[in-house]
T-cell receptor, first 115, second 115 residues
């Protein structure tokens, strides 16, 4: 089966610009996650969707980050305006159900550099 | 709050020798525990998980992990290391329950297998 797809793979922007990332989860996976992975750290959950509803966005900096999952399939994560500290790899993951015991499948990530 | 500690930033092992990557956790309740591996410029790949039952869990690529409740540990092991096992390894924990199924990751351990 096809894995989690993400685009773009790399993005370089200047601070205060905006940027958007796209994710297409594995077919049939109801739960979708966006993580931020700063160099030298483990991934940190930004937001979790169950179908097209938000389950957890407690760690999403809502003043500059937004995410949506229209129709419960693809998702976009946006940063506006970007700050230097947003430089990181943004990982999208999906899982079959949100039962908590199911492993998550990760995409290759988008490496964002903010200059 | 749940947390994961990976006390070693790097582990070096000779090819053919056994390897251990350490992980300890702190949660209130019974945890779900996961190991993921990350190769350069790739997303995280699931290796194995502990949900309940047998404390020794076997996973992909010959890896196994032992859940030790009294020591709150979930160390990753392999009897004979391969050069291709060189990668970044992440331990993660989740507490089952209603609502968000946030996966909390450790900071990662870089494994280098020396030929």
């Amino acid at each position: 089966e096809a894995g989690v797809a993400q685009s773009p793979r790399y993005k370089i922007i200047e601070k205060r610009q905006s940027v958007a990332f796209w994710c297409n989860p594995i077919s049939g996976h109801a739960t979708l996650y966006w993580y931020q992975q700063i160099l030298g750290q483990g991934p940190k959950l930004l937001i979790q969707f169950q179908n097209n509803g938000v389950v957890d966005d407690s760690q999403l900096p809502k003043d500059r980050f937004s995410a949506e999952r229209l129709k419960g399939v693809d998702s976009t994560l946006k940063i506006q305006p970007a700050k230097l500290e947003d430089s990181a790899v943004y990982l999208c993951a999906s899982s079959f159900v949100s039962g908590g015991y199911n492993e998550q499948f990760f995409g290759p990530g988008t490496r964002l550099t903010v200059l | 709050a749940q947390s994961v500690a990976q006390p070693e930033d790097q582990v070096n092992v000779a090819e053919g020798n056994p390897l251990t990557v350490k992980c300890t956790y702190s949660v209130s309740g019974n945890p779900y525990l996961f190991w993921y591996v990350q190769y350069p410029n790739r997303g995280l790949q699931f290796l194995l998980k502990y949900i309940t039952g047998d404390n020794l869990v076997k996973g992909s690529y010959g890896f196994e992990a032992e859940f030790n409740k009294s020591q709150t540990s979930f160390h990753l092991k392999k009897p004979s290391a391969l050069v291709s096992d060189s990668a970044l390894y992440f331990c993660a924990v989740r507490v089952p329950g209603a609502g968000s199924y946030q996966l909390t990751f450790g900071k990662g351990t870089k494994l280098s297998v020396i030929p």
